[in-house]
T-cell receptor
């Protein structure tokens, strides 16, 4: 059973880089790692996805070590609007469609 | 529409009444998910539909909960004899296919309050 572990909360200041690490020790060979962002009163929205090494898009980077037992979401130069809950997501092995969300990381960006 | 649409956006119901929540997935998406999120909590998987395959109902919390998907598109989540602990936001999501390698898109949720 794939399971993710993330810090419950993190604080940062505007303009800083934020790195949120997620542990997924039992990740299956066919599983991808996906990060979602959720604002209050909204559904989660996709941020970034990767399988191995590094992925970068216009909003974030995702670093995945060779053993894939963890991943790190990197948000460059955060702003107040990045205050949200961030979820790391992997599949469930043979039932990889069953995307189980953990408790997420509550990021608070201060002025 | 362009995104996942859910209705009603808000529902207040009396304890013991039945409620139906509707989800219109993104056109062409074969995979559809229902999640539940209680206040301040993470997302709880409820049920998964993929095409014409039998749904994975393993996350439904009790037999008061049921869901169906008609014609491989619209889905309805039904909660019978609602209880106060059913109060939560019910989120629907869809993706072009199942699997963790695919992006799932969420609706804005249906906020259910049982009084």
């Amino acid at each position: 059973l794939a399971k993710t572990t993330q810090p419950i909360s993190m604080d940062s200041y505007e303009g800083q880089e934020v790195n949120i690490t997620c542990s997924h020790n039992n990740i299956a060979t066919n599983d991808y790692i996906t990060w979602y962002q959720q604002f209050p009163s909204q559904g989660p929205r996709f941020i970034i996805q990767g399988y191995k090494t590094k992925v970068t898009n216009e909003v974030a980077s995702l670093f995945i070590p060779a053993d894939r037992k963890s991943s790190t979401l990197s948000l460059p130069r955060v702003s107040l609007s990045d205050t949200a809950v961030y979820y790391c997501l992997v599949g469930e092995g043979d039932s990889s469609y069953k995307l189980i969300f953990g408790s997420g990381t509550r990021l608070l960006v201060r002025p | 529409g362009a995104g996942v649409s859910q209705s009603p956006s808000n529902k207040v119901t009396e304890k013991g009444k039945d409620v139906e929540l509707r989800c219109d997935p993104i056109s062409g998406h074969t995979a559809l998910y229902w999640y539940r999120q209680s206040l301040g909590q993470g997302l709880e998987f409820l049920i998964y539909f993929q095409g014409n395959s039998a749904p994975d109902k393993s996350g439904l919390p009790s037999d008061r909960f049921s869901a169906e998907r008609t014609g491989g598109s619209v889905s309805t989540l039904t909660i019978q004899r609602t209880q106060q602990e059913d109060s939560a936001v019910y989120l629907c999501a869809s993706s072009s296919y199942g699997g963790s390698g695919n992006t799932i898109y969420f609706g804005e949720g249906s906020w259910l309050t049982v009084v």
